[in-house]
């Protein structure tokens, strides 16, 4: 190969590797829908605090699941800005950080899909328990449709965290040192 070729090669690759940065401000929007959803979640606060003596214990818990609800999604928020900037992006420096999730020396594309994928099982569950505590005012086949969808999901991170599983064994398998022959 020309050097002139070598060359045009790696710019056009340096080109490309400096593309992930084009992921960046789509985590700062992600930041910014946090924000929003905090505030959903501290009106909800607000009106559960000012409501509390006069509303039912059903409308408590109701409003108690919400707040969970809007807390699992932040947390999967987290997940997606913190583990999707690490992982695609730019590494993070924050090996003497005293805040450092563990989570994050261990998370790859395939470990935040399946991260991903539970928190959405999680969250699920909360709109699928809300609705059988208000079951008398809800559509029976909008119930129906929330149990195939919670079990779609739960069927979908099952078989996500099994293929993982499945990769991340044959890779240990593959990593093995020179001298160890044992199956």
Known sequence: MSTVSKKIENLFEGIIFSSRWIQAPIYGGLIVGAVLYTYKFLVELIHLCATVSTISEELLMLGILTLVDISMVLNLLIMVIVGGYATFVS???LQHHEDRPDWLEKIDAGTLKVKLAGALVGISGIHLLKSF????????????????IHVVFLISTLMLAYTEKVLHSSHHKDAKPAGDHHG
């Open 133 to 148: 505590i208000n079951i008398n005012n809800k559509d029976f086949a909008q119930v129906q449709w929330q149990i195939v």
């Open 91 to 93: 590494r993070m420096n």
